[in-house]
């Protein structure tokens, strides 16, 4: 997601507030707390009213990944906070497409190889299944098979030169999910043809972040607000507060009027090229690739997206780039909850 998005956490009492459904999407990890029972004992004792924030800030997935919440005490709020760090480091390990040693691109390889199905993890099941999902709903505007094509084009953007055509209708004809089959039980997955991969760069932050929230909840704390690289996760308002504020940017030169919104229980993400793109032959091409054409935008673009959780938001975020406005306003009855934030060119 775009650097364009930011945050910014005001704890004043505020009155508008924007209420959606939670989506759970942490099944799969154990929901366990270590908290010890005198540290129990302690926060039973306070109110809410009277718990302190924490701050926490690590680089996971390639991007900062910043914890704000309210706590009891120190030490519980350590330990989730290291709890969710460790969690986004074994989602990194399971989906990461620039790990040559990480699941989802192992069995990419093995199937590839053995033209058979190929056992997966729980984690890396339901991510391969919700994505597969939102390429349905969003009539393939989104679809993590792209890896190929959008490797041709990192590719461009480093050596500022086009693709041979060649090359791109080769990496098109490994897109979409007739590429590819999912199996629920045993969890395995059998591509069908020698070169698909997958690229779960487009959910994997609002999927990690939907999982913070619940291990979060695990330890008691339920009023944060989590942000990995400009993707939102917040929880319930802080004390005295209806929700958490929230800034977003402008295109304008000097971005100096920021509109400012107010949250809870929801998930946000932004999607554009403000940074990432390239400038071939006088054509701006984006880093956004249309899975279904195989090319980049080529017209800058903002969208921001909020939903009942991080992972719908995410997703949307990309497929209304490709969409535009009008056709991706279509596919948002298709997520209930979500709402289109901004459309900005």
Same mark, same amino acid.
């Given at each position: 997601?775009?650097?364009?998005?930011r945050?910014?956490?005001?704890?004043?009492?505020?009155?508008?507030?924007?209420?959606?459904?939670?989506?759970?999407?942490?099944?799969?990890?154990? %929901?366990?707390?270590?908290?010890?029972?005198?540290?129990?004992?302690?926060?039973?004792?306070?109110?809410?009213?009277?718990? *302190?924030?924490?701050? &926490?800030?690590?680089? #996971?997935m390639?991007?900062?990944?910043?914890?704000?919440?309210?706590?009891?005490?120190?030490?519980i709020?350590? %330990?989730? /906070?290291?709890?969710? &760090?460790?969690?986004?480091?074994? $989602?990194?390990?399971? $989906?990461?497409?620039?790990?040559?040693?990480?699941?989802?691109?192992?069995?990419? @390889? #093995?199937?590839?190889?053995?033209?058979?199905?190929?056992?997966?993890?729980?984690?890396l099941?339901?991510? $391969?299944?919700?994505?597969?999902?939102?390429?349905?709903?969003?009539?393939?505007?989104?679809?993590? *098979?792209?890896s190929?094509?959008? #490797?041709?084009?990192? @590719?461009? @953007?480093?050596?500022?030169?086009?693709?041979?055509?060649?090359?791109?209708?080769?990496?098109?004809?490994?897109?979409?999910?007739?590429?590819?089959?999912?199996?629920?039980?045993?969890?395995?997955?059998?591509?069908? /043809?020698?070169?698909?991969?997958?690229?779960?760069?487009?959910?994997?932050?609002?999927i990690?972040?939907?999982?913070?929230?619940?291990?979060?909840?695990?330890?008691?704390?339920?009023?944060?607000l989590?942000?990995?690289?400009?993707?939102?996760?917040?929880?319930?308002?802080?004390?005295?507060?209806?929700?958490? @504020?929230?800034?977003?940017?402008t295109?304008?030169?000097?971005?100096?009027?920021?509109?400012?919104?107010?949250?809870? +229980?929801?998930?946000?993400?932004?999607?554009?090229?403000?940074?990432?793109?390239?400038? !071939?032959?006088?054509?701006?091409?984006?880093?956004?690739?249309?899975?279904?054409?195989? +090319?980049?935008?080529?017209?800058?673009v903002?969208?921001?997206?909020?939903?009942?959780? /991080?992972?719908?938001?995410?997703a949307?975020?990309?497929?209304?780039?490709?969409?535009?406005?009008?056709?991706?306003? #279509?596919?948002?009855?298709? &997520?209930?909850?979500?709402?289109? !934030?901004?459309?900005?060119?």
């Amino acid at each position: 997601m775009t650097q364009n998005f930011r945050a910014t956490i005001v704890l004043t009492v505020l009155t508008v507030v924007a209420w959606l459904a939670c989506l759970g999407f942490a099944d799969s990890f154990e %929901k366990e707390s270590t908290c010890s029972a005198s540290e129990v004992e302690q926060s039973s004792h306070q109110t809410f009213a009277e718990w *302190t924030r924490f701050d &926490f800030s690590a680089s #996971k997935m390639g991007v900062p990944v910043r914890l704000s919440f309210y706590a009891s005490n120190e030490s519980i709020a350590q %330990k989730a /906070a290291d709890a969710v &760090f460790a969690h986004f480091d074994k $989602l990194n390990a399971i $989906l990461s497409d620039y790990d040559p040693e990480s699941e989802i691109i192992a069995v990419c @390889r #093995k199937s590839s190889e053995t033209n058979d199905y190929v056992a997966l993890s729980p984690d890396l099941f339901r991510v $391969l299944a919700f994505a597969r999902t939102c390429t349905e709903k969003t009539d393939g505007a989104f679809d993590i *098979t792209v890896s190929p094509v959008v #490797k041709l084009w990192r @590719r461009s @953007r480093s050596f500022r030169e086009l693709p041979p055509p060649e090359y791109l209708e080769k990496a098109r004809q490994l897109v979409g999910n007739d590429r590819w089959e999912l199996q629920a039980d045993p969890p395995a997955v059998r591509t069908l /043809a020698p070169g698909v991969r997958f690229d779960v760069g487009g959910v994997a932050k609002g999927i990690a972040l939907d999982d913070a929230l619940e291990i979060l909840a695990s330890f008691g704390i339920t009023s944060a607000l989590l942000d990995a690289g400009g993707d939102l996760r917040i929880g319930d308002p802080p004390p005295g507060s209806d929700g958490w @504020r929230v800034e977003f940017a402008t295109l304008t030169p000097d971005d100096s009027e920021r509109p400012v919104r107010v949250f809870a +229980n929801v998930g946000i993400a932004c999607s554009g090229d403000t940074n990432r793109y390239v400038e !071939i032959n006088g054509v701006r091409y984006s880093h956004i690739i249309d899975p279904r054409t195989g +090319n980049p935008l080529t017209e800058h673009v903002v969208v921001a997206v909020s939903a009942p959780c /991080a992972a719908d938001a995410d997703a949307l975020a990309s497929a209304i780039c490709v969409l535009g406005e009008t056709e991706g306003k #279509k596919i948002l009855a298709r &997520f209930p909850g979500a709402c289109l !934030i901004d459309f900005l060119r």
